[in-house]
């Protein structure tokens, strides 16, 4: 948006804040007008300046009274802010009371060849008047000024959403454009990089990275200048040290992910072998106790079945002693029997001797027949009890060696885990 045309929109907010106050709208509706009217005189008047400037000005006297052709014209007024009105005119130095009646010789000269005529003190001097009048005009004048302002006030509102739109449209398009002494000054900085390209560290040289907008927004001539440089110092222009740049930026991100993601693996892998390790010192422990009990069950086992052992040999003597009194009194009834077989008159002497010593010899033999025989269940019972122990023994054995087992293949199986992550880890290191 221009400056005219922003300082149009802030005149008619102005206008437009006053309708707020009933009391101040006639007055600031009449400044309205007479501050439109004065601004389309200056206007005029600086044209009809750089028109007459472009004529012969040797002929010009500045020592003539310097006032304008028509004030309503050319005045440069300012209004103060009870409606007085200050007017600035010129005339020469050094003769103020002079008249001329000859204004042929009178110029017109814009603002800024008057602020120069002032800044060097030469030429006519200014002479500044307020004059004071009435703020207001009648009823009537108001009304029908009024009428004026706010049709000028609805195409003016109509031109500024006309004219935003279009800027606002132009707008879109419009985010490279940048200023003259930006450009120049965008160009300047990558021009004095090129020099020292030579001098630059890696990280400087990088810097081009940031430079590509500022470069795509130069002119040809200068993208052209800054590419010769770079060409003289390392062959390649602006372009191709760039998709180097970005090349090179690309590798090191990578690498630098790589690294990242190496370092989480190694963090991972060293946060396992931690906890496996933990796990192999509890499964060192659970074979430690497995085995443990199966040497106590063992131990219990050989104890039991060296009572088993020595039970069985008692049981055999048993047997054997209960054999030997079964016999003896066996022996001892066949003899009795055979000589009772006899016929009374066939029995001598000797056999009623006989008979007497066998009879005799009978409740002894009986005797150790019982005794041999309660030693015989006795030794069977131990015997039994035993057996039975060391078949409760083996099964505890067999039941510890299984536990063993178990403990000993978990040990093995994170041992073996354990073994397998530390070489990832040790890879990684490499």
């Given amino acids: 948006m221009s400056q005219k045309h922003s300082k149009s929109q802030d005149e008619i907010s102005q206008l437009l804040d006053s309708f707020e106050v009933e009391d101040t709208l006639e007055e600031k509706m009449e400044n309205f007008t007479q501050e439109k009217e004065r601004q389309s005189r200056i206007e005029r008047a600086r044209k009809n300046s750089q028109d007459f400037n472009r004529r012969n000005t040797e002929e010009m006297d500045l020592t003539q009274i310097i006032d304008p052709i028509d004030d309503s014209e050319f005045e440069d007024e300012e209004y103060e802010e009870d409606g007085s009105q200050t007017k600035t005119m010129m005339w020469d130095k050094d003769q103020i009371d002079l008249e001329t009646t000859d204004t042929n010789k009178t110029v017109v000269i814009n603002e800024d060849e008057i602020q120069s005529l002032l800044e060097e003190d030469k030429g006519p001097r200014l002479k500044r008047e307020v004059h004071r009048g009435s703020a207001r005009k009648s009823n009537q004048d108001t009304k029908k000024i009024a009428i004026i302002v706010a049709g000028v006030i609805a195409v003016i509102l109509a031109g500024v959403a006309i004219f935003g739109v279009i800027n606002l449209i132009g707008g879109l398009g419009s985010d490279d454009q940048i200023s003259e002494e930006e450009q120049k000054q965008n160009y300047e900085e990558i021009l004095a990089w090129a020099n020292d390209y030579d001098s630059l560290t890696d990280g400087e040289k990088a810097d081009i ?37 970005k090349s090179d930026a690309k590798d090191k991100a990578d690498a630098s992910n790589n690294n990242t993601e190496v370092a989480q693996q190694k963090a991972k892998l060293k946060e396992q072998i931690s906890n496996l390790k933990d796990d192999l010192a509890d499964a060192k422990q659970a074979l430690d106790d497995a085995n443990s009990k199966l040497n106590t069950a063992k131990s219990n086992l050989s104890s039991i079945q060296s009572k088993v052992s020595s039970a069985n040999s008692t049981l055999q003597t048993a047997q054997s002693r209960k054999a030997s009194a079964d016999q003896a009194l066996a022996d001892l009834e066949a003899e009795r029997e055979a000589i009772e077989s006899k016929d009374n008159s066939e029995l001598t002497n000797e056999d009623y001797q006989k008979l007497q010593e066998l009879y005799n010899k009978r409740p002894g033999l009986l005797e150790e027949q019982s005794a041999a025989q309660s030693a015989v269940e006795s030794a069977q019972a131990t015997y039994d009890d035993l057996v039975s122990q060391q078949t409760q023994a083996s099964s505890e054995v067999d039941s510890a060696q299984s536990a063993v087992n178990d403990a000993q293949s978990k040990y093995d199986s994170i041992n073996s885990q354990l073994q397998q992550l530390q070489k990832e880890l040790d890879n990684l290191d490499d």
């Fill in 209 to 245: 990275i940031d430079f590509e907008t500022m470069f795509n927004r130069l002119s040809d001539e200068q993208q052209s200048e800054i590419n010769k440089v770079l060409k003289s110092k390392t062959g390649k222009t602006f372009d191709e040290l760039l998709a180097q740049a």
